[in-house]
């Protein structure tokens, strides 16, 4: 190997290294956006569920009201 090809091999591996850190902080971003998004539709399926509880309930209390009125 002569010396331009060693300067060429050097600059390949630090692009394949500037590159692997880049994809790096990207993972974690997506690992962190993605609990994230995880936690938000938790809470939005316990919302959801307590609606649906709250109006199974109103339609059992205005059914009880029909039949003694």
Known sequence: MDEFDIKLLERR??????T????RDENRALRESQGSLLAER???MEKTE????RV????????ALEKDA
């Open 13 to 18: 591996v630090d692009e394949l290294i500037r």
């Open 20 to 23: 692997v850190e880049r994809l």
């Open 42 to 44: 938790a809470r939005l």
């Open 50 to 53: 307590t609606a649906r509880i």
């Open 56 to 63: 199974e309930e109103m339609i059992e209390r205005l059914k």
